[in-house]
């Protein structure tokens, strides 16, 4: 029998818990990562509390939507007692619904304790980095210079669509169709709608994107100038391009 993967949609903080240890091992070895938090491979306990915070501002900000992939392996289950382990986390995606039409709205919602625990976040990661422990393995140069090349490829692409912020599978898990499955929930809702989908890709992911039909147009460079992220978006059947 064949492993079962289905994805989840994450709706407290509590579910957040397992994500941070699949963020932190997916993205070890990742160029960027490693660019503004070179200190993240040397203080592995760093790269977590790094992972907590970025995914729990993802968590609190509006049209965000966190999916956790859960896999059943029939070979975890107690033949003894013939009882099914519980499902393994094992990666997840981060979907934002960008636009302000009626449609975008509806995915959008409003929460004043979502804005609030936003707000409260937002101080807490300030002292963290700057004065916590965690201060020593990040360059806050780098940073702000990634995220303003970052906010102005996000800016270029259409307004009114469906945005891959973040996706990531635990390597154990890798090769195993999470990444494909996790990828797909968006485009789907993209086609509903008739929205493109967009995203800026790691050469570690070009394969896939590509093989889900997305096409390059552009680049997020960063390590001045000698490394870049590249920026794809997705048509569909309705007409995707035109749609922002």
Not at 158 to 174: D, E, F, H, I, R
Request: net charge positive; charged share 30%; glycine share 8%.
């Amino acid at each position: 029998m064949p492993s079962t993967l289905t994805l989840h949609r994450v709706r407290t903080l509590e579910e957040l818990e397992p994500l941070y240890h699949i963020g932190a091992d997916a993205w070890r070895d990742d160029p960027c990562f490693n660019w503004f938090y070179p200190g993240g491979r040397e203080h592995h306990d760093d790269l977590l509390v790094l992972w907590r915070h970025l995914l729990r501002r993802e968590f609190l900000d509006p049209g965000k939507f966190i999916l956790a992939a859960m896999i059943r392996d029939p070979q975890d289950e107690d033949e003894e007692e013939d009882k099914p382990q519980p499902c393994k986390v094992v990666g997840f995606a981060v979907w934002e619904r960008k636009g302000s039409s009626d449609a975008a709205r509806s995915w959008q919602g409003t929460s004043f304790s979502k804005r609030l625990k936003r707000f409260i976040l937002n101080f807490k990661i300030a002292y963290t980095f700057r004065l916590a422990t965690p201060k020593r393995s990040l360059s806050w140069s780098r940073l702000r210079q990634f995220e303003t090349e970052q906010k102005a490829a996000k800016a270029s692409q259409p307004a009114n669509a469906w945005y891959l912020s973040l996706l990531g599978v635990t390597p154990k898990a890798q090769g195993r169709g999470v990444g494909k499955k996790l990828l797909q929930w968006g485009i789907d809702r993209s086609e509903e709608e008739g929205v493109p989908s967009s995203l800026e890709a790691t050469k570690a992911g070009l394969r896939l994107y590509e093989s889900m039909g997305f096409e390059r147009i552009g680049w997020v460079f960063f390590d001045d100038e000698k490394q870049k992220h590249t920026v794809m978006q997705r048509t569909n059947k309705l007409g995707g391009w035109l749609a922002g």
